[in-house]
């Protein structure tokens, strides 16, 4: 079982990811990429500062290495995100792991004389089908991520293709909206 903080956390999952796609290739097997986002982390380190953040974050990576196998690898990517590269049978497995994770994530903190409460979102990207490469999975998997926190906060979700269409969508509306402002053809009335 391996993890890592922010710094190392990239390069291990690279090459992480790197060996599962040949592990799977080779033995026709399957894993899971899950990108794991803390809802509420912001708030606990807006009221109780920066040090139960990170406290909170120890546990938080605890937590995970405590549900998830020794051939697993989980690393930090980021202030509050995660990645765990999980070797499954099945989908359902995956699902499994997920619930597991987010209902250990969701018990309370006790830290720095606090209790803290998180919960989390999970995307789940599965190998093969869900990309050819580390990219594709990422992307997917952090697309799911976005879909299950956009679908209501304790969630998970697994990538669907259509969530790649919405989130170009959203790029494409964002991008029309930024133009229209810089043409000034937005009006602001009061009611």
């Not at 990207?125 to 697309?143: F, H, I, K």
Request: aromatic share 6%; charged share 25%.
């Amino acid at each position: 079982q391996r993890n890592e903080g922010p710094g190392h956390g990239s390069v291990l999952l690279h090459d992480r990811l790197e060996h599962e796609i040949h592990v799977a290739d080779r033995d026709k097997s399957r894993f899971a990429l899950m990108f794991l986002d803390l809802d509420g982390f912001k708030a606990v380190n807006d009221v109780f500062g920066h040090r139960a953040g990170d406290l909170l974050l120890v546990e938080v990576a605890q937590r995970i290495r405590a549900n998830v196998g020794n051939e697993d690898t989980v690393a930090r990517i980021g202030g509050d995100e995660f990645v765990l590269l999980a070797r499954i049978g099945e989908p359902t497995d995956a699902a499994r792991i997920a619930e597991t994770l987010m209902k250990a994530i969701g018990e309370p903190i006790f830290r720095a004389k606090h209790e803290l409460h998180v919960t989390s979102s999970i995307g789940i990207a599965l190998y093969p089908g869900d990309g050819a490469t580390q990219q594709e999975l990422m992307t997917n998997a952090d697309a799911a991520m976005y879909h299950a926190k956009a679908s209501g906060r304790k969630g998970y979700a697994f990538f669907e293709a259509s969530m790649n269409s919405d989130a170009h969508e959203q790029m494409q509306i964002a991008r029309e909206l930024r133009m229209a402002l810089s043409r000034g053809e937005l009006v602001l009335h009061y009611q």
